[in-house]
């Protein structure tokens, strides 16, 4: 009994509570969600979604006590693998719905562009740590170049919204790690210049996404109606919301993928404005919370694999409502912890692990 107590106490000194609890109201927010979403299935979706959050949450306590200094050591391995997958992909992978993204082992499907939303961060994390006392303007241009290389076979695939944030992971690191504004500036100017050549090098479903996102009404029945019905539900919303499971747009089957990317208009007809304040501040919580374990953390590795995590889950949640809410174009992003679906959600729950590990295991740093 004496040692099941030792290894209780040893688990709980290495969760952040104040962290965890915020995840686990989005998690719970989630699920009455999903289940009003899908409610004509009964509880299949809530009980599927049950098991994602008990393998996701293991994950996350198994990586919240295992030091960082330990977390380094994947950083290549991962990201070696998760190239090699990637280039697996592009020669042999499954066409499913026109993309090119899943490679078969024989027993499963695996995607391996979820994969480096992990190993990226840990991948320029690990090299900027490695190169801290000799960083020069070399050091950077590698580090985009490791960046760019499975951005590029991702979007090849084609996966907008993943190679965005595994853009968004990168770019992060290597802005935290020194990136001179001067650079920044540039590549700013070079960019807003190479829009006209970038709107030729997308695929003609995406060259509609952003032409409907600034007329929807062009093409109601086709690719503007995802914006359309996802306005409508949140309008309908009102100041309180309709109530739970009240939700017409939802279960009249107007809104598309309901429990999935556009879960956040589910939420807001059945909620209003007030539920969505509480999301806001929720979410708000959460980041702030990341922000100060990554500005606490004592390593530069910790710090920037830190803040790269804290990037990502604030992208996660502004792209998905900004999509939703018709600001953004749709790319198929989830809203984190709160959408259905295991992958997403182990991934995200491996940077929450992260992070408790990164909070819970500072060493004074030797002078």
Known sequence: MDRIKRWARQILAHLDIPLLSIVLVLMGIGLLTIYSATSADGFAKVDNQLVNMAVALAIMVAVSQTPPQKLMRFAVPLYVLGVVLLLGVALFGIVVNGSRRWLSLGFMRIQPSEIMKIAMPLMLAWYFHKYESVLQLKHFAIATGLLLLPVAFILKQPDLGTSILIC????????????????????????????????????????????????????????????????????????????????????????????????????????????????????????????????????????????????????????????????????????????????????????????????????????
């Not at 598309?256 to 589910?266: G, R």
């Open 168 to 367: 968004a992971s990168g770019f992060f690191v290597i802005f935290f790690a020194g990136l001179p504004w001067k650079i920044i500036l540039g590549l700013g100017t070079l960019g807003a210049a190479a829009l006209p050549f970038a709107w030729n090098l997308l695929h003609d479903y995406q060259r509609r996404r952003v032409l409907t996102l600034l007329d929807p009404s062009s093409d109601p029945l086709g690719a503007g109606y995802h914006i359309i019905q996802s306005t409508i539900a949140i309008g309908s919303g009102g100041p309180f919301g309709k109530g739970w499971l009240q939700g017409t747009q939802t279960h009249l089957e107007f809104l598309p993928e309901p429990h999935t990317d556009f879960i956040f208009a589910v939420f807001s007809e059945e909620w209003g404005l007030a539920g969505n304040v509480v999301l806001l501040i929720l979410f708000s919580l959460l980041i702030g919370r990341c922000l100060l374990i990554a500005a606490a953390a004592p390593t530069l590795f910790s710090r920037l694999l830190a803040a790269a995590i804290t990037g990502v889950l604030f992208i996660y949640a502004f792209v998905n409502m900004g999509m939703v809410s018709g600001i953004l174009p749709v790319v198929g992003m989830p809203l984190p912890f709160i959408s259905y679906g295991g992958t997403a959600l182990v991934t995200l729950m491996l940077g929450i692990g992260m992070l408790m590990s990164i909070h819970t295991h500072r060493m004074l740093v030797k002078k």
